[in-house]
Nanobody, 128 residues
Framework: QVQLVESGGGSVQTGGSLRISCMVS????????MSWFRQAPEKEHAEREG??????????RYKDFVKGRFTVSRDNAKNTLYLQMDRLSPDDTAMYYC???????????????????WGKGTLVTVSP
């Protein structure tokens, strides 16, 4: 059974940093492609927004609005995915989700519909 469990969310002030994690079981991170998505509280009816991706071979991709501020990484030994978020702003306030694209079919598309497995999310709140 595949499980993705996010943790590490919380409240920070503008300009602060936070690292969130996604512990994965039932899949090996070295075999799959992983993504981070987010959904702002006021956009709960909108599609989740792609943030960052990391492929099975370690290649990473970012949406423009987080380039230079966010870093996606993984620890294969711990089978855990990370998202380091720096220089946070209130616009980054959202529920953050990790997701797995088991066959790596959707690299670069940041497409929620292409993901096979999702975590339940961790909330990041950035105050002015």
């Amino acid at each position: 059974q595949v499980q993705l469990v996010e943790s590490g969310g919380g409240s920070v002030q503008t300009g602060g940093s936070l690292r969130i994690s996604c512990m994965v079981s039932g899949l090996s991170l070295s075999d799959v492609c992983m993504s981070w998505f987010r959904q702002a509280p006021e956009k709960e009816h909108a599609e989740r927004e792609g943030v960052a991706e990391i492929d099975y071979d370690g290649q990473t991709r970012y949406k423009d609005f987080v380039k230079g501020r966010f870093t996606v990484s993984r620890d294969n030994a711990k089978n855990t995915l990370y998202l380091q978020m720096d220089r946070l702003s209130p616009d980054d306030t959202a529920m953050y989700y990790c997701a797995a694209d088991v066959n790596c079919l959707w690299g670069g598309y940041f497409a929620p519909s292409g993901m096979n497995h999702w975590g339940k999310g961790t909330l990041v709140t950035v105050s002015p």
